[in-house]
């Protein structure tokens, strides 16, 4: 089992939809988690910190579930600015803290 | 610069040849990691780096590549004798440890686009 596990999608939604995505995660010693978002041909950047008592930003709105390990990120009123792949990370303890990327979940807003 | 800096941002190599890839980090940042994307592919975590521990490798591919970190703060990517499965990007990754907390959200640079022809 893979230490972080994403659905690789694609997502394929139309403008002005909401759209989840789940993220699980197999080590319950993480100790911080992320959402990255990464365009076409461009380097990861961050999204937003995921906190324990959830957190919104705008469209965006990211929640840790610990005891089920697992985070989601929900992105309401889609726009067609919000296709790119959407990275799961989180920073887990494995004898030292290591960051671990999620391989990433694709999505297409349409229009 | 204040950001993650990586040289080249492009390389094309002939099979066999060996290649270094640099990454400066963020000053400051304790926490170095390099990745590898294929195109339409996720990250591949290939070698982690915090302050003076020892790195973790566990990453890397083959024997054929390498790391080193040199004062704790560039880094330099090594791939011998380079095979064409080895083109992609190779990004690297800085950040920041929180005492007890494990590592503050990673920068990356913009990547490295190897292609071995």
């Known amino acids: 089992r893979k230490e972080v596990e994403q659905d690789p999608g694609p997502f394929n939604v139309p403008e002005g939809a909401t759209v989840a995505f789940n993220c699980t995660y197999s080590?319950?010693?993480?100790?911080?988690f992320f959402w990255y978002r990464q365009d076409c041909r461009k380097e990861p950047k961050l999204l937003m910190s995921?906190?324990?008592s959830g957190n919104e930003d705008g469209r965006f709105t990211a929640q840790l579930n610990r005891a089920s390990q697992y985070i989601s990120l929900l992105i309401r009123d889609s726009k067609l600015s919000d296709s790119a792949t959407y990275l799961c990370?989180?920073?887990?303890?494995?004898?030292?803290?290591?960051?671990?990327f999620g391989a990433g979940t694709r999505l297409f807003v349409k229009a | 610069g204040a950001g993650v800096s990586q040289s080249p941002s492009n390389k094309v190599t002939e099979k066999g040849k060996d290649v270094e890839l640099r990454c400066d980090p963020i000053?400051?940042?304790?926490?170095l990691y390099w990745y590898r994307q294929s195109l339409g592919q996720g990250l591949e975590f290939l070698i982690y780096?915090?302050?003076?521990?020892?790195?973790?490798k566990s990453g890397l591919p083959s024997d054929r590549f390498s790391a080193e970190r040199t004062g704790g703060s560039v880094s330099t990517l090594t791939i011998q004798r380079t095979q064409q499965e080895d083109s992609a990007v190779y990004l690297c990754?800085?950040?920041?440890?929180?005492?007890?907390?494990?590592?503050?959200?990673?920068?990356f640079g913009q990547g490295t686009r190897l292609t071995v022809v």
């Open positions: 990754a800085s950040s920041f440890r929180l005492r007890d907390r494990g590592d503050t959200e990673a920068f």
């Open positions: 000053s400051g940042h304790t926490a």
């Open positions: 995921v906190y324990s």
């Open positions: 780096f915090q302050g003076n521990s020892a790195p973790d």
């Open positions: 990370v989180v920073n887990t303890y494995t004898g030292g803290f290591k960051t671990i």
């Open positions: 080590n319950s010693a993480s100790q911080s």
